[in-house]
């Protein structure tokens, strides 16, 4: 018998070996990814079969539409491009004629998604969506009205408009029944757009020269900062899923291996975080020199250092009867609760401050008409003050939820206190460190500095536990989860990065993701109900806003508008991440870090 014969695996080896792949892999998958995803999912059962079939269809069109954005130079490289008037020169100014019919198609299933939605949501929420509609069909079929000779075309194009308000005033206290008014509200939006549509096609036909799409372009980016929301909240779900996936990981390990696994598996990964870390601060070293890095990394010291602060405070302040506990799973839904308000605090003020130098610019022209003397100067003045304003507003933001950390603090929710409190430390002390500020000398650019304190940070923890023979199996599975999360937010540069090999479509990659993520976690929120937001209410809203978002988006990715494809195409996404995500991650850091030997575990 040779020695490859005595060494062959038998059956019962075979079937062993089998069994652990499958703990390992499909029975982990299946009692932790699985598990976690289908309570986040939109649980459709219970509503009528007409209604499901509408919210798939919206589903459907959303995946496929992602698809459209990981592949959207192919509407380019399928169909004829047309030069796209009044755009922004270079290769933007060529359209995929395919583009147009596909978007104005989006563009009206999104906004009857939503118009349901408002239909019988809270009088507040029904009047903006109404108006925001309007607003956006009074803009697009405006040039209709104008260029149809006679009463009809101007009759019929303002019937239309009046259709969707008087719907809503004949609806407003009667029983929903969505699928007549979803059915009601398709026909008239897609009448609306498609008579603006044909109006501006005729006039392509008789001068000859596509103004369409100029227009059409021109409409679209107006409302591009309805989208900007939602792709801030995209980096909510990115921290979300690093959470997440990390817990999946360290959940596989603590179940299907021995207890002791989690030893020899904590040891490698921290070794191969703590060899990349110092790797890349020895090439910063040499790109530049050992004074400018020290600078930049005792300023990337003080975020590690903050959210330590922060968390002691909270934990330190006097714990009444009525204080809410401070865990992890409160901190995650407390970041997941608050972080959707934040972003609508950033935003708001920009359309606001928006409006409001277009106002006074109108006025400013008319009263210079009619004043020959006005000064200049003064006008000037005050269009200069609300830029400013628009600059100093985030100041204000972040002192503003600082103080409502305080407020969160004395009424005992500690779990909101630490997020609140955690973001504002954060950026209050990036805008110290910023360009101009008092701070600017230890500015750091890049998320490589703070990792590095990190993964250095969780080093010296788990070496002074082990030395003091405190670091327990439990211990030793929470620091494996903090520093697989440090490992999995460095993945984010790989995935915004437009020369990675996988992901190389200006950051999209990220976007994409995150908008599949957030589908498959909504579920939490669509599947509730109140009277001011009933249950199909909720999934006819998020559709619509969602399907108006990734529209917009494939509309900048594919026709390259130099302008804005940075922005949407991933910037926005990585900014929502480091303004309202990594917050709530490094709350969790300090939350893990801070309990009992043998705590509440991993997840």
Same mark, same amino acid.
């Given at each position: ?10 059956r019962t080896t075979l079937a062993t070996l089998v069994g652990l792949l499958w703990a390992l892999s ?36 959303? =995946?496929?539409?992602?698809? &459209? ?27 995929? $004629? ?7 198609? *989006? !563009? ?18 029904? *009047? ?23 009463? *009809? ?7 239309? $408009? ?7 005033? *004949? ?41 369409v799409l100029g227009s059409l372009n021109t409409n679209v980016l107006a409302f591009s900062g309805l989208?900007?929301? =939602? ?7 990115? #921290? ?26 904590? !040891? ?59 865990? %992890?799973?409160?901190? %995650? ?25 277009? $106002? ?9 008409i009619f004043l020959e003397d006005l000064p200049l100067a003064q006008v000037q003045k005050v269009a ?30 500690? #779990? ?6 955690? =973001?504002? &430390? ?5 805008? !110290? ?47 494996? !989860?903090?520093?697989?999360?440090? +490992? $999995?937010?460095?993945?984010?540069? =790989? ?25 498959? %976690? ?5 599947? +509730? ?57 490094? &709350? ?5 870090? &801070? ?9």
């Open positions: 018998m040779t020695i490859f014969q005595r060494i062959r695996p038998t499909f029975g982990a998958a299946r009692d932790f990814v699985w598990a976690d995803l289908r309570t986040g999912m939109v649980d459709l059962r219970g509503l009528p079969r007409v209604t499901r079939v509408l919210v798939w269809l919206g589903f459907l069109l959303r =995946f496929a539409m992602v698809g &459209a954005l990981i592949f959207n130079d192919l509407w380019r490289a399928e169909f004829e491009l047309l030069p796209l008037y009044a755009g922004t020169p270079g290769r933007g100014e060529l359209i995929p $004629l395919a583009l147009v019919p596909a978007t104005l198609f *989006l !563009l009206t299933m999104a906004w009857t998604f939503a118009l349901a939605g408002a239909l019988h949501s809270h009088w507040l929420l029904r *009047l903006v969506v109404l108006g925001l509609y309007m607003f956006v069909a009074t803009t697009w079929t405006g040039i209709s009205a104008q260029g149809r000779s006679g009463l *009809l075309g101007p009759l019929l194009v303002w019937g239309l $408009l009046v259709a969707v308000p008087f719907f809503f005033v *004949l609806r407003w206290r009667r029983r929903a029944r969505p699928i007549a008014e979803f059915v009601f509200l398709l026909l008239v939006v897609a009448a609306t757009f498609a008579l603006a549509q044909a109006q501006a096609v005729t006039l392509w036909r008789i001068s000859g020269v596509p103004l989208a900007m929301p =939602f792709l801030l909240l995209i980096g909510m779900d990115i #921290a979300g899923f690093v959470q997440q996936a990390a817990g999946w990981v360290t959940g596989i390990i603590a179940t299907r291996l021995t207890r002791w696994a989690v030893y020899p598996v904590l !040891l490698a990964l921290l070794g191969w975080r703590l060899r990349d870390v110092v790797s890349e601060t020895l090439t910063l070293i040499q790109e530049s020199s050992l004074r400018a890095v020290a600078a930049s990394y005792m300023g990337a010291l003080g975020v590690p250092l903050l959210v330590g602060l922060a968390w002691w405070f909270v934990s330190r302040w006097r714990k009444g009867a009525a204080a809410t506990p401070l865990t %992890t799973e409160g901190i %995650t839904e407390a970041g997941e609760k608050n972080a959707p308000w934040l972003i609508l605090a950033f935003q708001g003020y920009q359309v606001v401050s928006l409006v409001l130098l277009v $106002l006074f610019g109108a006025v400013g022209a008319i009263a210079i200069t003050q609300l830029v400013v304003g628009q600059l100093y507003w985030p100041i204000v933001i972040k002192v503003v939820a600082l103080a409502v950390a305080f407020w969160f603090l004395r009424r005992e929710w500690r #779990a909101p206190a630490l997020y609140l409190g955690t =973001f504002a &430390a954060m950026q209050l002390w990036f805008e !110290l460190a910023a360009p101009g500020r008092p701070l600017a000398n230890i500015a750091w650019r890049g998320a490589g500095p703070v990792d590095f304190w990190w993964v250095v940070i969780l080093a010296l923890i788990g070496l002074f536990w082990l030395l003091r023979r405190e670091l327990t199996a439990a211990r030793a599975g929470r620091l494996l !989860l903090i520093v697989l999360m440090t +490992a $999995l937010l460095r993945q984010t540069d =790989f995935i915004s990065d437009p020369f990675s090999p996988f992901f190389g479509f200006a950051g999209i990659g990220l976007v994409a993701f995150g908008i599949v993520w957030d589908a498959l %976690t909504i579920g939490s929120w669509a599947n +509730a109900s109140s009277p001011a937001l009933p249950r199909v209410s909720r999934i006819f809203l998020y559709l619509g806003y969602v399907l108006f978002t990734v529209t917009i988006v494939n509309w900048v990715l594919t026709t390259h508008n130099l302008s804005y494809v940075e922005t949407f195409g991933g910037e926005l996404s990585l900014g929502g991440l480091g303004l309202f995500g990594k917050p709530m991650l490094y &709350a969790v850091f300090a939350a893990l870090l &801070a309990q009992p030997p043998e705590g509440e575990g991993t997840r």
